[in-house]
C-alpha cells in the first residue's frame, strides 16, 4: 500500500517542562481535506512547524508521502505551504512574487494560477508593500492552489479574506480534492472546515480529543429537538438521551437529544405530537462543547 500522504506518528514536542504537543498519531489520505482545530495554545502552529521540518520533535516523526519531514529539501517537493501571517518581499509586485513562487516551488500549473489571480481579484501589478493583509494572503494562496503538490498545509489561510473570497476559497479547496490534493487546514473559523473539510481533528492540550468527520462528531452531541402536542404533556423525563426538558411556549417542548433517537421517539409516539423539528449542533457548539470556557490548556 502507498503511503498517506501525511503520517504522523507518536509526534510529540515538549518545551522543558510543556508538552506542547502530545504523542499525536494521525494519516491524513490523499484527496483528503482535513480540519485541524483547537484554541488558542492547543498545539496546531507546533505541530505544523514539525510537519514542515522548521522545529524538531522531541519524539515520534512526520512524514510527507512517506518522506520524513526533517528532510526538508525533498519533504517539501511535494507540499506547499501558506502561513498564518504572509510575508512578502515588499519590493516585488504580485506577479514577480508569484513567478518567484512559480520557480522555487513543487511546480506549478501557470494557466490554472492565472485563473485563480482573476478568481481572487488580484491586482498583481502592485508592489506587495501597498497590498493589505487579505491581498498578501491571495498571493500565498494562489501560489500554493496553483502547485501540483500532493500536499497543501493551509495555517488560518482566510483570517483576513471578506466573504466573497472566502466562497472562492472554498471552491479552491474542493477543486484541490477533485484533483487528488491532500487539504490540511488549520482553522478557526468554524462554518469553513464544516463547509469544506472531510474529517476534522480536535486538539486539546497537545492531544488529539476526537478525529472523525462533521456528521459522525454531531451524532456524538446534543441535537436540539422542539416538539409541538396537543393535550398531555409528553413524558419525557426518564427517557436515555434526553436532557434540560424546557416549555418552549404553549404546547410546545424543548429538549436536548444525545446518541441513538428511538428512545426519544417511543416516549414521543405516546403523545398527540402535532409538529416535531431537530436542529442539529454547528461545528461551532460542538467546538464549544469540548472547550466550555475555551482554555484548551
Ligand atoms: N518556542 C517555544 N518555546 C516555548 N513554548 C512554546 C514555543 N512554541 C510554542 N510554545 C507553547 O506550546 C503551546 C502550543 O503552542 P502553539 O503555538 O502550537 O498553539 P496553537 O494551537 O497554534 O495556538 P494559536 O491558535 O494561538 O496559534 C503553547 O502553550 C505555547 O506557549
Not at 456528521?215 to 409541538?228: K, M
Amino acid at each position: 500500500m502507498s503511503d498517506p500522504v501525511l503520517r504522523t506518528s507518536h509526534l510529540t514536542k515538549r518545551y522543558g517542562r510543556l508538552t506542547a504537543v502530545d504523542d499525536l498519531t494521525l494519516d491524513v489520505a490523499a484527496g483528503e481535506v482535513f480540519g485541524f482545530l483547537g484554541p488558542n495554545g492547543a498545539g496546531k502552529s507546533t505541530t505544523i512547524r514539525m510537519i514542515l521540518g522548521l522545529a524538531r520533535p522531541t519524539a515520534g516523526t512526520a512524514r510527507i508521502a512517506g518522506i520524513d519531514a526533517a528532510d526538508v529539501a525533498r519533504a517539501h517537493r511535494h507540499l506547499a505551504y501558506v502561513p498564518a501571517d504572509v510575508a512578502l518581499w515588499p519590493q516585488l509586485t504580485g506577479a514577480e512574487i508569484l513567478h518567484l513562487l512559480a520557480r522555487t516551488g513543487p511546480g506549478t500549473d501557470l494557466t490554472y494560477r492565472d485563473e485563480l489571480v482573476d478568481r481572487f481579484d488580484l491586482d498583481v501589478s502592485r508592489p506587495a508593500h501597498t497590498y493589505s493583509t487579505g491581498n498578501r494572503q491571495k498571493v500565498a494562496l494562489i501560489a500554493a492552489f496553483a502547485t501540483r503538490a500532493p500536499l497543501l498545509v493551509l495555517d488560518e489561510p482566510t483570517s483576513g479574506l471578506d466573504p466573497l473570497m472566502e466562497q472562492q476559497f472554498r471552491a479552491a479547496v474542493g477543486q484541490a480534492r477533485e484533483r487528488g490534493q491532500t487539504v490540511f487546514l488549520s482553522s478557526h473559523q468554524l462554518a469553513e472546515v464544516e463547509a469544506v473539510c472531510d474529517r476534522v481533528g480536535i486538539l486539546r492540550t497537545g492531544r488529539l480529543a476526537e478525529v472523525a468527520s462533521v456528521p459522525q462528531l454531531r451524532a456524538l452531541h446534543r441535537a436540539e429537538v422542539t416538539v409541538a402536542y396537543r393535550g398531555a404533556r409528553p413524558e419525557l423525563a426518564a427517557v436515555p438521551g434526553v436532557d434540560g426538558v424546557e416549555a418552549a411556549g404553549d404546547g410546545r417542548l424543548r429538549f436536548a437529544l444525545t446518541g441513538a433517537p428511538a428512545p426519544a421517539l417511543r416516549a414521543l409516539a405516546a403523545a398527540d405530537v402535532t409538529a416535531l423539528a431537530v436542529r442539529e449542533p454547528s461545528l461551532e457548539e460542538i467546538f464549544l462543547d469540548y472547550y466550555g470556557t475555551g482554555n484548551g490548556r
